[in-house]
Structures are given as structure tokens and as C-alpha cells.
């Protein structure tokens, strides 16, 4: 029988689309359906969705304002914050957000779109806690999936009554898993999948193309060969397809790309990587990659700065922008993109999770309580590290190159991320699975 659920998600940023992407293929339609802008949408359940948006994105720019603004942003951050995990005790008692959805739950918020999802008979998949929500309450009948798109998540995405929920979440990595447990959910409605990265960059059930992208990425971040005299036995035994297949040497020139989030945030950031790196990208030393994603404002700011910078002569060779009008659009050229990224440099949102492509990030400032703990999660697995001032980015970044620091940090994203999150999804919607694989990994 062919296996198809629901995939929901929320046009707000970037991560609860980027998550269901990659599950696309489930829906009965091949599309996800986004739950604040689908087609026939009530007004008031619009309006509700617009209004959490526009606020939302307003919160995320505060940061930029000089004085107040970070003082601004840190009250709102307050509201939403993740409490500390230690000493683990009861945190099952809900939120004011979360009493708050509730209430417009009761109001019938959410309502019209379980009422089309009830048209079918197969399982719901979202990214987002409150579509999960709607879905309990209103009396969706079958199965309710929540992926979990953080390394730590607030009680916000956790319902009123866990104990009681017939909610399942699937979580991307351990400390999310024992979360869920602190938050009052039974464990077995826990699974602990990974996130679903990419088939795309993925290959086959052995990772051909990831391993491929790889052992290439490494000659580029190794130039000095530290670290490949020192781990040979490492790269060897994990990469070993890919060496066989002969890939000795770099297949393209080293790449950064510089990825703003769905707010444009981080935007600002470009004119200083510019002046910073000229020399470099003048000489063909460097190819730069800066995502503009589907904001149009970003895309014109890069090209603005680009043409002030006198680099105007590089675009499309190697300095190039992403930009797309239709988020799906974006997604897949950006995983295309990251084929050949050798370094990328984003804020702590979900892309943490694309260490386990062997890709190594530098981190810019966070955005959020929960990017403060993505960080954590990324530094522990050693796969990532905090940008320095990005005036200096050609003196840090080449050093950290030619330290072989950067070619550890993609081994170890590759070593203890998790690949198959997409493979153990399905296996515990579709064939209930309990324990969807051998975790290994650490984190």
C-alpha cells in the first residue's frame, strides 16, 4: 500500500519549511500544505496567523536597532524562554502561551483546515505545534506527528495535557528526547529520529553522495594536510567508498556561503564580509555564495553592496546570490548549493543540523532562546564554531583553513549527526517502529 500522511507546516522563516521539505514526497498531493496560507483559508484564522507573523518578524529585527533594540528583543525573548534543564524536575505546567493558543483553539482557530485533512484517512506530519494542536482538538482521526526542529525546544510545543496527548514527536537529537520527558510527554510517544536533512545531498542507503561531497570538502579545508596526517585512519575507514572511487583532490575552489534567516536579520552583515574579503575574491582565491533565500529586499541589498564594493565584474562567477521566489524554489537550490559549500557561515537555526552533511558552520549571533541551545548542541559535537568579528573574516577564516580545524569540524558533523531522519520518520508513521535506528551518535 502506498504510504502517504499529511505535511504541514507554517510560512514564518524558514525553519518549519525547510524540516518538511525533505517529506514532501508523503503528501497525497506532493506539496506541503502551509497551514497559515493555504488556499480557502478562513479570514479569522488568516488574520490570527498574519498578526503572530508580522509581530514575529518585527521581534527578529529589533536586534538591529542601536541601544534599545537588543534590550527590546531580550523582554520578548523572556516570554518564550527555554528553562534550564538541571536539576530535571516537573515542567509539565503549561505556559501563557500556550493557554493563549488554547483559547483560540476553543474558538475554532485551526478548525476549517482539520476538516480538509479529515477528507483522507492517513496520518498528519507537521512542523509546527499548534497545527498539531488544532488537530487534537478538533477531533483529527488518525495519527498526529510533531518534528521537532531545535536542540531544545520551549513548553510551547508541548499540549496542555501531555500525560493525556495522543500527540508523537519526533525528535532530532537526545537532549530534545529528555526534554519531551521533562515536559510531562509519555515516553512512548517520543521517537528519536534526527532531522530530516536533504535525500538530495544524501545518495543512496550508504550516503554515495554525501561521502563524495565530503572527502572532496576536506582537501579544500585541509590544504596543509594537518589534519588528514593526523585522522588518515579516520577519513579512510568512514569515506572509504568515496576514496576508492579515486576523488584525491579538490573538485571545486574553496566555497563559503553566507545564509541569512527568513527575517533578513543578519543582512547587514554582508558589507563588512565584502570590504573584508575583496582581495581575496579579486584574486579567485575564494568563491562566495550569499543566500538572499525569498526575501527581495536581501537579494538588492547583496547586489547593492556587491556593485559599491567594485566587485560587480564577479557575479555569477565566484560571487553568486541566491534568490527565489517560491520558498520550495529556495530550498533546492540552496541543498544543490551546499554540494560544493565548503564552509557555511548562518545564523544557529535548524540548519545546525546540516553538520550531519559533513558541512562545518560559523555561527553568526542568535536569534532566540532556542538558537542560544542550537549553538550549544553544534559546539559540543565540535562541528561548528562562533564567528569572529566578520571585519577580519580573511585572516580567521583562512587560519582556521589552514589549521585543518575547519576539516575536523565537517568529519565530526558527519560522525554524530544524524542522516536518516527522513527513512526514520517513515519508519515509525508507516511501520511502527519503535526505535527507529542504532543510535550512535552522542548528541
Known sequence: MEQKAWVVAVDMGYGHQRAAYPLRHLSPTGKVIIANNYQGIPKSDFRIWHESE????????????????????????????????????????????????YSLIKKNWGKDLVDFLNTKDIPLITTFFAVAFFAEEHKFKNEIYVVLCDADISRSWVGLNPQKSRIKYLAPCRRVVDRLKLYGVPEENIFLT?????????????????????????????PQKRYRQKYAETVVRFLKDSAEEGISHAQHPLTLTFAVGGAG?????????????????????????????????????????????????????????????????????????LRTTDVLWTKPSELVFYAGLGIPLIMAPSVGAQENYNRTWLKTINAGISQ?????????????????????????????????????????VFNGVKEPAKNYQLM
Not at 295 to 317: S, W
Open 194 to 222: 534526527g532531522f530530516p536533512l536533504p535525500e538530495e545531498n544524501l545518495g543512496d542507503s550508504h550516503l554515495n553522495t554525501l561521502k563524495s561531497d565530503l572527502l572532496s570538502r576536506i582537501h579544500n579545508l585541509d
Open 265 to 337: 536579520a543578519q543582512k547587514i552583515m554582508v558589507k563588512d564580509i565584502l570590504l573584508s574579503l575583496k582581495k581575496r575574491l579579486l584574486k579567485k582565491e575564494l568563491v562566495l555564495n550569499l543566500i538572499a533565500g525569498t526575501r527581495n529586499d536581501v537579494y538588492l541589498y547583496f547586489q547593492e553592496q556587491i556593485c559599491e564594493h567594485g566587485l560587480k565584474k564577479l557575479l555569477g562567477k565566484n560571487v553568486n546570490i541566491l534568490f527565489a521566489l517560491e520558498k520550495e524554489d529556495y530550498f533546492q537550490q540552496f541543498n544543490q548549493m
Open 54 to 101: 508580522v509581530f514575529y518578524g518585527f521581534v527578529s529585527r529589533l536586534i538591529n536597532i542601536p541601544l534599545i533594540g537588543v534590550a527590546l528583543f531580550n523582554l520578548y525573548d523572556k516570554l518564550q524562554s527555554i528553562k534550564e534543564f538541571y536539576p530535571r524536575r516537573d515542567l509539565s505546567a503549561p505556559n501563557l502561551q500556550l493557554k493563549e493558543i
Open 388 to 428: 569572529n568579528n566578520p571585519k577580519y573574516v580573511h585572516e580567521w577564516l583562512f587560519d582556521w583553513v589552514d589549521s585543518g580545524w575547519l576539516a575536523e569540524a565537517a568529519m565530526a558533523g558527519f560522525l554524530d549527526g544524524r542522516q536518516f531522519g527522513v527513512n526514520n520518520m517513515t519508519d515509525v
